[in-house]
T-cell receptor, first 115, second 112 residues
Framework: GAVVSQHPSRVICKSGTSVKIECRSLDFQATTMFWYRQFPKQSLMLMATSNEGSKATYEQGVEKDKFLINHASLTLSTLTVTSAHPEDSSFYIC???????????FGDGTRLSIL | SQKIEQNSEALNIQEGKTATLTCNYTNYSPAYLQWYRQDPGRGPVFLLLIRENEKEKRKERLKVTFDTTLKQSLFHITASQPADSATYLCALGGDSSYKLIFGSGTRLLVRP
């Protein structure tokens, strides 16, 4: 149980392209979903917290107009990297949980490479 | 500011031995602590959760301790196997927040 599916797993695209990443909880309803960014050999850095039906809460330093988050249902959240540039290249991971203090269940991440 | 420290150097041990990983934190009083496993190119996988009022938690070959005085958690894998080779992340959370704060992880390599 508690499976989170993230797609696509890898994206390579040109600078200026917008890229959408989907995160789905397959067998449970997630009250909250999280989006992280991870650089090689570094910790997961929380970008934003997404609650169904409300605006996402962004961490300090994360541009909300650059990283658009939509949480349309209790099982789906999307992250759109708008007008991506090479510095946006990274490993993006989503997670979902059912409540405070509960484990987070992670997707397998999206490797984004902007040329 | 809150800080979590995990040994950045890889831990290299012989199969069958016990692996012990350390997570230290400062400027934080977490309500619970979680350990995750992450394989290269994959998302983290939840292993164990321990609350501030618990000293120790076990699951099969895994054991976690939580010392709120020392501000430290130890993660043990007994009878280690090459398949246990991965990066292990600790994460701290509070009762009033959904957020987890992650350490940068320690890479474990178990030699056959």
């Amino acid at each position: 149980g508690a499976v989170v599916s993230q797609h696509p797993s890898r994206v390579i695209c040109k600078s200026g392209t917008s890229v959408k990443i989907e995160c789905r909880s397959l067998d449970f309803q997630a009250t909250t979903m999280f989006w992280y960014r991870q650089f090689p050999k570094q910790s997961l850095m929380l970008m934003a917290t997404s609650n169904e039906g409300s605006k996402a809460t962004y961490e300090q330093g994360v541009e909300k107009d650059k990283f658009l988050i939509n949480h349309a249902s209790l099982t789906l959240s999307t992250l759109t990297v708008t007008s991506a540039h090479p510095e946006d290249s990274s490993f993006y991971i989503c997670s979902a949980h059912t409540g405070v203090g509960q484990p987070q269940h992670f997707g397998d991440g999206t490797r984004l490479s902007i040329l | 500011s809150q800080k979590i420290e995990q040994n950045s150097e890889a831990l290299n041990i012989q199969e069958g031995k016990t692996a012990t990983l350390t997570c230290n934190y400062t400027n934080y009083s977490p309500a619970y602590l979680q350990w995750y496993r992450q394989d290269p190119g994959r998302g983290p996988v939840f292993l164990l959760l321990i609350r501030e009022n618990e000293k120790e938690k076990r699951k099969e070959r895994l054991k976690v301790t939580f010392d709120t005085t020392l501000k430290q958690s130890l993660f043990h894998i007994t009878a280690s196997q090459p398949a246990d080779s991965a990066t292990y992340l600790c994460a701290l959370g509070g009762d009033s927040s959904y957020k987890l704060i992650f350490g940068s992880g320690t890479r474990l390599l178990v030699r056959p």
